[in-house]
C-alpha cells in the first residue's frame, strides 16, 4: 500500500522572513488559500514576532483569521517566546511551532536568552494552553534550530539535540521538529541524529525542516524518509532562512521536495500541476527576489508516475 507523508508549506513563514519585498495581506491570503487548495493540509502562515524585529509580520492576526477560514487547512503559526504564544492562542491558532535553538549562541543571537530559558518559556506555553482549557487545546510543536551545526558557534553535539528533544517530549510537545537552520547537515549525520531522537519521542512525532544552503537538501530529505520520517518543511521557490543566523539562505523548494517524496513511491496528496501554477504567480507577487527551485524550469519527467 502506498504510504502517505505530510509537506508543511512554510514559505509564508520561513520565505518571507528573510525577503526584503513585503507582500500585502491580500497576497499572503491567495497564496495561502490557492496552496490549500493544491492539496495541502498544512500551512506555516505567519510568526508571531514584534512588528519592529521582523516587519513583514505586523499583519500576523489578520493573515491567520484569513487561513483559519480555509476549510480543511491546519494554518500554523510560529512562535519564538511566551508572549509570542500567548498572542497567537488569542487569535485561536490551531498549531504553534516554538522555535529555540540547541546552539546555545544561537539561541542568543535569535531569541535573546539562553536554550535553558527558551525551555523555561516553552514549559509555560504549554501551562498557559492548559488555563485556556482543553476545548481550544492549540497543538504545539517544538522546532529545535540548528540541530545540526550552527554558523556562529560551529558543531552542535547529537546529544545535546537529543536531551532536548527528550525535554520538549517530556514538557508536553505534540510534535518535535528537527531543523537545520544554516545548511550544515548531510544524507548521513540526518539519519544518526534522527534514529537518535526518534528513540526518545516515543508515540510523539518527529518532522524535519532542511534548508538548500549546500545543496544537500533533498539528499537530506531522503535519507530522513529512509528513516522513517513522515513530516517535511519546505518552501515554495526555495525560499527562506533565518534573519539572525550569517550565511542562512532558502528552505528545500516545495515543488522539488514533492515531486522527489511522489517519486519515491510516498503519496503528499498534493496536486502538482495545481502547485506548478501558484509557483508561476509566486514570481509575479516577488518580483526581484531570486527563486530557487528546478522543477518549474524543466516541468516532470514523460516518465514520472505520481505516486497514487
Ligand atoms: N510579539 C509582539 N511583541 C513582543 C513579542 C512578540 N512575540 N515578544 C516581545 N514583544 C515585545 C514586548 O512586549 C516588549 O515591548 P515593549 O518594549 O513595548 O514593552 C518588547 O517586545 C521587548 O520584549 P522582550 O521580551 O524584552 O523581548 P527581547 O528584546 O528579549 O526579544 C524576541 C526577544 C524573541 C521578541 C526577539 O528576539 C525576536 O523577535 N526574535 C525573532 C526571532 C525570529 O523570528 N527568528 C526567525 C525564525 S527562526
Ligand atoms: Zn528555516
Redesign the pocket.
Known amino acids: 500500500m502506498t504510504q502517505s507523508v505530510s509537506v508543511r508549506e512554510v514559505g509564508l513563514r520561513d520565505g518571507l ?1 528573510l525577503i526584503t519585498t513585503v507582500i500585502s495581506t491580500e497576497i499572503k491570503g491567495t497564496w495561502c488559500a490557492a496552496q490549500a487548495a493544491a492539496g495541502f493540509g498544512e500551512i506555516e502562515v505567519t ?4 512588528p519592529s ?2 516587519p513583514q509580520f505586523s499583519d500576523a492576526p489578520q493573515v491567520l483569521a484569513d487561513a483559519l477560514k480555509i476549510d480543511g487547512l491546519l494554518a500554523t503559526t ?4 511566551l ?2 504564544a500567548i ?1 497567537a492562542m488569542a487569535c485561536g491558532a490551531q498549531k504553534i511551532t516554538f ?1 529555540l535553538s540547541a546552539s546555545e549562541e544561537h539561541n542568543m543571537a ?4 539562553t536554550t535553558d530559558e527558551s525551555l523555561a518559556m516553552f514549559a509555560a506555553i504549554i501551562d498557559e494552553r492548559r488555563s485556556r482549557g482543553m476545548t481550544d487545546g492549540t497543538q504545539i510543536s517544538a522546532a529545535i ?1 540548528t540541530s545540526f551545526g550552527c554558523s556562529i558557534q560551529g558543531a552542535v553535539p547529537q546529544k545535546r539535540v537529543v536531551d532536548i528533544a527528550a525535554q520538549l517530549v517530556a514538557a508536553g510537545a505534540d510534535e518535535i521538529n528537527i531543523a537545520d537552520t544554516v545548511g550544515y547537515a548531510n544524507p548521513a549525520q540526518v539519519r544518526r541524529l534522527i534514529v537518535d531522537v526518534q528513540s526518545v519521542t516515543g508515540a510523539v512525532p518527529v518532522a524535519t525542516h532542511f534548508h538548500d544552503t549546500r545543496g544537500m537538501g533533498l539528499a537530506n530529505v531522503t535519507a530522513a524518509a529512509d528513516v522513517g520520517i513522515r513530516r517535511f518543511d519546505a518552501s515554495l521557490g526555495g525560499l527562506g532562512g ?3 543566523a550569517p550565511g542562512a539562505s532558502g528552505n528545500i523548494a516545495t515543488e522539488d521536495c514533492i515531486y522527489l517524496l511522489e517519486s519515491l513511491g510516498l503519496d503528499t496528496g498534493i496536486e502538482l500541476p495545481a502547485l506548478l501554477d501558484v509557483r508561476a504567480k509566486l514570481e509575479h507577487w516577488l518580483e526581484g527576489e531570486t527563486l530557487e527551485g528546478r522543477l518549474l524550469k524543466a516541468g516532470p519527467a514523460k516518465t514520472f508516475m505520481p505516486a497514487r
Not at 47 to 50: G, I, K, L, Q, T
Not at 78 to 81: D, K
Open positions: 522572513q510568526s508571531f514576532v514584534p524585529v521582523i510560529l512562535v519564538p517566546n508572549k509570542g498572542r522555535v535569535n531569541v535573546r536568552c534550530a533565518c534573519p539572525f
